[in-house]
C-alpha cells in the first residue's frame, strides 16, 4: 500500500519522531501515574507548530493539510507508545479547535483558535451525557434562548481534557424538535459561573489524559459563543465525527506498528530451547498474521485519509477503517503480550498499557455496532 505523504510530510515524520523520543516518551510513566500531562507540553508542541498543522498561518499554524495532522498522529501513537498522551493533545488540536476554524467567525478564532494553536489554552468536545451516547439525536442538555444568548443547563460526561479544558465546544438543545433537529454548537467558558467539573474519572488505560464529567447550572452564555447556525449543530457534530474516527484509525496504525517492532525485536533477542523464540513457526506464524491484520488497517486508513483530503464523500471508509483498525490493534496487543510472556504481563515493556489503551477504540468516537450500523447503510442496507 503506497502511503499518501510526500517528502514534507515524511520530514515531519522524522520531527515528531525526535521530539516524541527526546521530551515526551522519557516522562510517559511519570504522567500516566500522574493522570494527566503538564500544560507546559501543549506550550511545547506549539512551539513546535504541531498544534496548528493544518490551520492557515494567519492564526499561528503552519498551513498544512490534512496529511501533515494524520503525520502527526501516527507518529505519535508509534512513538510516544501511551493513548493517554495522544488523546489529551489530539482532543484539544484534532477535536475541539477544527470546529472552531470550520464553523466560527472571524471573533470567535480569535478568541479561542489563536490561543488554541499556541498552547495558551486548552479546548475539550462535549457531546456525550449520561444518558446519550452514540445516540447523539438523545442529547438532554439544553441551552434556553434569552434576550443576551442563552442559559444552559445539564451535563456531560466522558470529556478528554474534560478536568482541565479552558473552553468546551458544547453541543446543546436550543428547540424542542425531536430528534436531529434543534442541536446547537455553544462554547462554553470554564470560568463561568454554573460551569462545574464535578468529576475526574478513573479509567482501565489512556490514564494519561484527564477524563472529566462536567455539569451546568443556569450558565449564561453570551450569543457571540454560537458557533454556525442555531439548530444546525448535528451537521457540525457529523462533520467532526468523521475526522475523529479518521484520526482514531490513523492512531491504531501506528500503535499496532509499534507493538509489531517491539514483538519482532523481542523475538529476536529471546532465546528458548537454545535459539530465539523467533525461529519457532508458532511465533513466526503469529507475528505474520499480526503484520498482515496492521496492513490491512493501513490499507482501509490510508484510502480513507486520500478520500477526506480530497473532500470526497468517505463516510463508509471511514467507518470500515476505524471498524477494523480499532478491534486489529487490541488482538495485536494481546498478542504481542502473549509474545512476551510474564514480562508482556509487567509494566516493563510497556505492552499492558498497550493492551488497555486499545479496548477504548471499539468504544469511543462511534462504538463497532454503530460503525457497522453506518456501513450496512452506506450499501443501501
Given at each position: 500500500?503506497?502511503?499518501p ?23 510517559v ?6 493522570e ?13 507548530g ?64 489563536v ?15 449520561p444518558?446519550a451516547?452514540?445516540?447523539v439525536?438523545a ?5 434556553r434562548?434569552?434576550a ?15 478536568v ?11 428547540s424542542?424538535?425531536?430528534?436531529h ?6 462554547v ?27 455539569s451546568f ?30 484520526l482514531?484509525?490513523i492512531g ?14 523481542y ?23 499480526m ?21 470526497r ?69
Amino acid at each position: 500500500m503506497l502511503p499518501p505523504f510526500g517528502a514534507e510530510h515524511e520530514e515531519l515524520r522524522q520531527t515528531v519522531a525526535r521530539f516524541v523520543a527526546a521530551e515526551v516518551a522519557p516522562h510517559v510513566d511519570e504522567w500516566e501515574r500522574a493522570e494527566e500531562v503538564p500544560r507546559e507540553l501543549y506550550r511545547r508542541c506549539a512551539e513546535l507548530g504541531f498544534l496548528g498543522l493544518k490551520f492557515p498561518e494567519a492564526y499561528g499554524g503552519q498551513g498544512g493539510d490534512h496529511l501533515h495532522d494524520a503525520v502527526w498522529v501516527e507518529e505519535l501513537a508509534r512513538s510516544g507508545g501511551s493513548g493517554g498522551v495522544a488523546a489529551g493533545l489530539n482532543a484539544h488540536a484534532s477535536i475541539a479547535l477544527p470546529p472552531i476554524f470550520n464553523f466560527g467567525d472571524e471573533d470567535q478564532r480569535q478568541r479561542w483558535l489563536v490561543p488554541g494553536i499556541a498552547g495558551e489554552k486548552i479546548g475539550a468536545l462535549g457531546i456525550t451525557e449520561p444518558g446519550a451516547g452514540s445516540d447523539v439525536a438523545a442529547i438532554a442538555t439544553t441551552a434556553r434562548k434569552t434576550a443576551d444568548g442563552y442559559v444552559v443547563n445539564g451535563a456531560k460526561t466522558f470529556i478528554t481534557n474534560g478536568v482541565r479544558a479552558d473552553f468546551l465546544v458544547c453541543a446543546c438543545k436550543t428547540s424542542e424538535a425531536g430528534g436531529h433537529g434543534g442541536i446547537s454548537f455553544l462554547v462554553l467558558e470554564r470560568e463561568m459561573p454554573g460551569y462545574e467539573v464535578t468529576r475526574k474519572l478513573e479509567k482501565l488505560g489512556w490514564q494519561s489524559s484527564d477524563t472529566g464529567e462536567l455539569s451546568f447550572t443556569d450558565v449564561e452564555v453570551p450569543a457571540a459563543n454560537l458557533l454556525g447556525e442555531e439548530n444546525g449543530g448535528f451537521k457540525l457534530i457529523m462533520a467532526n465525527f468523521a475526522w475523529e474516527r479518521l484520526l482514531m484509525a490513523i492512531g491504531a496504525v501506528g500503535a499496532m506498528q509499534r507493538l509489531i517492532e517491539t514483538a519482532v525485536a523481542y523475538a529476536t533477542d529471546r532465546k528458548a530451547f537454545g535459539c530465539p523464540i523467533g525461529k519457532f513457526q508458532a511465533i513466526r506464524h503469529q507475528i505474520a498474521e499480526m503484520a498482515t491484520k496492521a496492513e490491512v488497517s493501513r490499507a482501509l486508513t490510508y484510502d480513507a485519509l486520500r478520500l477526506f483530503q480530497a473532500g470526497r464523500p468517505c463516510i463508509g471508509e471511514v467507518s470500515m477503517a476505524k471498524l477494523h483498525s480499532q478491534r486489529a490493534v487490541l488482538e495485536i496487543a494481546d498478542q504481542t503480550l502473549q509474545i512476551h510472556g510474564g514480562y508482556g504481563y509487567t509494566r516493563e515493556y510497556g505492552i499492558e498499557r498497550a493492551v488497555r489503551d486499545a479496548r477504548l477504540g471499539p468504544i469511543g468516537g462511534g462504538t463497532d455496532e454503530v460503525m457497522k450500523e453506518i456501513i450496512g447503510k452506506t450499501m443501501g442496507l
